[in-house]
């Protein structure tokens, strides 16, 4: 609790402070353009190729997105979304919370616990 102008300033409920943080969030997120997915496990299918599965974290990924795959901070390369799946089902783009498997265009360097981000110019 503090004083501003002569008045004691109510102090900000719970609700309210998420309600900035969510909206501060999303204005950061639609000002970058790109989703993000957190890798749980890499697969490799004959005929098909390479297929990372996660959940992403934020943003969309959407087919035909270009990505970076995202170790320890530093980018480790570049492919572009050549499917999604959910749940054995075909997607044409993944929102917030989705589990979901990406296929990748090109054979990639990606493990578990990669970060593959959707490039800001896609």
């Known amino acids: 609790m503090g004083w501003l102008f002569g008045r004691k300033k109510e102090p900000e ?13 999303a204005a950061r997120l639609s000002a970058v353009g790109a989703g993000e997915l957190t890798v749980d496990d890499v ?38 979304i050549a499917g999604i799946e959910m749940f054995r089902k075909r997607a044409t783009e993944a929102s917030p919370g989705a589990t979901v498997g990406i296929l990748l265009r090109h054979r990639v ?8 981000r959707a490039s800001a110019s896609s």
């Open 43 to 80: 697969f490799s299918i004959t005929g098909r190729g390479t297929i990372a599965t996660g959940k992403v974290t934020f943003g969309v990924l959407r087919v035909g997105d270009r990505i970076n795959i995202v170790r320890d901070g530093a980018t480790v390369s570049s492919t572009e």
């Open 109 to 116: 360097d990606v493990a578990s616990g990669d970060v593959i």
């Open 13 to 25: 409920s719970a609700e309210e402070m998420l309600r900035r943080y969510n909206d501060e969030q």
